[in-house]
């Protein structure tokens, strides 16, 4: 959502020695910032399934979808998802902030549970990201800094895999940060 040059400046900071630990903390901010809103923000490809209902929309659940690379039908007989459609089969209006998608040439997709895989690129490239939005992380980002500085807690930052939610005692971090004001966000 934000570099680390932008966090630098943010912070003040001119030497390289914490860019690790920031680089941790922008993606474990990122990375909350998006479990909340329950969507991916910064750019990248998705596999989704979804259920037909026999209409020619389907409604993802990422926003800001750039591109639709293709659309596969659950093959019944065998199992597997066979190609169906490509982008030039596919109306999607993602750029305007919907996650709506539509077949082209009166097309549907056929009544079924979880039917078909669709596999699309969806959210902002980092200069695309909004201003309010890239504040709030900056606002997450300087919270967990100076939480881990005045703490000294460094090594919680460094296992990216894990969330911060799943060391003991660490949702005392998010404490004082109230994610309510997020919610604002969701408009994103």
Do not use: H, W
């Amino acid at each position: 959502m934000i570099t680390l040059n932008e966090l630098k400046a943010r912070l003040k900071i001119s030497n390289n020695n914490s860019d690790t630990i920031l680089n941790e903390i922008i993606l474990i901010s990122t990375n909350r910032i998006e479990s909340y809103l329950g969507r991916i923000i910064i750019s990248q490809d998705c596999i989704e399934y979804i259920s037909g209902d026999g209409t020619n929309e389907a409604y993802l659940k990422n926003l800001r979808i750039n591109e639709v690379e293709y659309i596969k039908k659950l093959n019944f007989e065998t199992y597997e998802y066979d190609s169906l459609y490509v982008d030039s089969d596919i109306l999607y209006t993602g750029q305007d902030m919907s996650s709506l998608i539509m077949l082209k040439f009166g097309n549907t997709f056929d009544t079924g549970r979880n039917n078909y895989q669709i596999k699309y690129n969806c959210g902002y490239k980092i200069a695309d990201v909004p201003k309010t939005l890239k504040e709030f992380c900056y606002e997450v980002c300087q919270f967990i800094f100076n939480y881990t500085k005045e703490n000294g807690s460094k090594d919680i930052l460094l296992t990216s895999s894990e969330s911060l939610t799943d060391k003991g005692g660490v949702n005392t971090v998010y404490k004082e940060l109230n994610f309510s004001q997020i919610d604002m966000f969701k408009k994103f």
